[in-house]
């Protein structure tokens, strides 16, 4: 959970090259209404009131699959994405940066469903994982030649857009993510009735309080046309407050709360238990004081002590059942960078041809935020602004991680300072509600989420419980 144990093996992933002008692409019928005539056939959007951003995309329609190779170097979505729906790929471009987005409309009712922009962690870790791995429209195959539909994909109850992660550090992506939803409600006026949620993982629990916290703040100086319809956040193993975080790695390593421990043995274990004191002392100056001097101390201590008999032990970070196999311990990373970096792929996805090859994860977009400590930003006030704002907060834990774990995760939101803290411990020790996944609890706007032996990556272990819970959640019902 230390800004660096996260960032060298991820917390999951960002950037798919992502890094350049929109090449020609062909432009296909576009679903949603565009703002008028002359913009139908648009592939760039401005905004005056955002100069130095714009927006550039390409419909893809699952209609055409039959006459796919109109454009033979074209192919259609659905040649190398079953299950995919109707939508757009493209970027987001400011100066030099392009980020890409992917875009699917909703399998059951995209003209009503809500809008949901998906966020993978990091940093500098590609969204097109999570897309792929996760939550999209497809699953790819053992080796990456091919892919097959994903039954449980979030797009059966959303519009999803998959974004990914920015170069310089969450407050200033918090702008960019701002402007891109002002340009998509440009070019796509009707979607502005759709309640608006940010979902995401991991890191996202650093990106997604200050960009949700960014767009609230934007709406209370905006004209009610220009402001975003934002409902809630969805956060799945977040990292919040590596300061409260840090020592749960020595729960999960050495105790039995996943329900399979203890991983680690009674040896280490002894010396880890001696070093939590002063870990959390440790992190508590780092926290008191946020210096990079006093906060390195810390992470190197809590770095050395409570997370590399882990690292060590060959067990997968995202998941306690499991061997650590392959990058980011997760075989199946190796298929999805094959996939990603195949030609039509490339070109079914709308990603300009001057991209470098697909990377899981970028060192360079990670360095630029360890450069700017961004990973001792503590976003728990963040979340309780949200909460008092009425935006309803989802944290959801896979019960069998170890990077982002649930006994972190339950620290955090047990001791959040806000509102309902009173009332949201009281549910939590006496009032916690069995579902299929697992335990959950409320009060008032706040949700928390467990899912017994998910790892990391929820919707990847779990598919149908994730689905179940999205789908109760934007439909605001409780887990059953
Ligand atoms: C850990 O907990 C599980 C589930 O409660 C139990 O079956 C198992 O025996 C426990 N393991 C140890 C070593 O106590």
């Known amino acids: 959970m230390m800004l660096r144990a996260f960032t060298a093996a991820l917390c999951a992933p960002g950037v798919i090259g992502a890094i350049f002008a929109q090449g020609e692409q062909q432009q296909q019928a576009p679903l949603l209404a565009a703002a008028d005539?002359?913009?139908a056939g648009a592939k760039v959007v401005t905004h005056e009131a955002h100069p130095h951003h714009s927006l550039s995309f390409t419909a893809h329609s699952v209609d055409d699959a039959t006459t796919s190779s109109s454009d033979d170097k074209t192919p259609n979505i659905l040649d190398v994405c079953p299950g995919?729906?109707?939508g757009y790929t493209g970027y987001l471009n400011s100066g030099s940066k392009h980020f890409y987005f992917a875009y699917f409309e909703s399998r059951a009712s995209p003209k009503d469903d809500p809008l949901v922009m998906w966020i993978n962690g990091g940093p500098g870790c590609s969204s097109m994982t999570g897309l792929l791995m996760e939550l999209g429209p497809c699953a790819i195959d053992d080796g990456g030649e091919s892919a097959h539909e994903n039954k449980d994909s979030w797009i059966n109850a959303a519009n999803v857009f998959s974004w990914t992660s920015q170069l310089v550090g969450t407050f200033a992506a918090s702008e960019d993510i701002y402007a891109f939803m002002q340009l998509w409600y440009k070019a796509f006026p009707d979607s502005r009735s759709l309640p608006f949620s940010i979902a995401g993982e991991s890191y996202g629990g650093h990106y997604i309080p200050v960009f949700a916290s960014h767009i609230n703040d934007m709406n209370k100086i905006s004209p009610p046309e220009l402001q975003i319809p934002l409902e809630s956040v969805?956060?799945?193993?977040?990292?919040f407050a590596d300061t409260v975080?840090?020592?749960s790695s020595y729960d999960i390593s050495c105790t039995n709360v996943t329900g399979i421990g203890p991983i680690l043995k009674d040896g280490p274990c002894k010396k880890m238990a001696a070093s939590v004191p002063r870990c959390e002392y440790l992190m508590k100056a780092c926290e008191d004081y946020p210096d990079p001097i006093v906060c390195k101390g810390a992470y190197d201590f809590c770095g050395s002590e409570l997370q590399n008999p882990y690292f060590h032990s060959g067990r997968n970070f995202y998941d306690v059942s499991k061997p650590c196999v392959g990058p980011l311990c997760y075989?199946?990373?190796?298929?999805?960078?094959?996939?990603l970096r195949r030609d039509n792929v490339r070109k079914a996805f709308g990603v300009n041809p001057d991209t470098p090859k697909f990377e899981a994860c970028s060192d360079k977009v990670g360095d630029e935020f360890r450069?700017?400590?961004?990973?001792?930003i503590d976003t728990r006030p963040f979340v309780a602004r949200l909460l008092h704002s009425d935006i309803r907060v989802l944290i959801y834990v896979g019960t069998y991680d170890w990077i982002c774990n649930f006994v972190g995760n339950e620290r955090v939101f047990g001791s959040l300072p806000w509102k309902g803290l009173a009332d949201f411990r009281y549910q939590q020790e006496n009032n916690k509600q069995v579902w299929e996944g697992g335990l959950w609890w409320e009060s008032g706007m706040l949700r928390y989420v467990r899912i017994n032996g998910a790892g990391h990556m929820v919707p990847f272990d779990k598919p149908k419980h994730a689905i179940n819970m999205f789908s109760a959640w934007l439909n605001k019902k409780p887990l059953v």
């Open 37 to 39: 005539d002359s913009m």
């Open 84 to 86: 995919a729906t109707n």
């Open 234 to 239: 969805l956060i799945g193993n977040g990292i």
């Open 245 to 247: 975080q840090a020592s």
């Open 331 to 339: 075989p199946i990373m190796k298929s999805i960078t094959t996939f």
């Open 371 to 376: 450069r700017v400590n961004d990973g001792l």
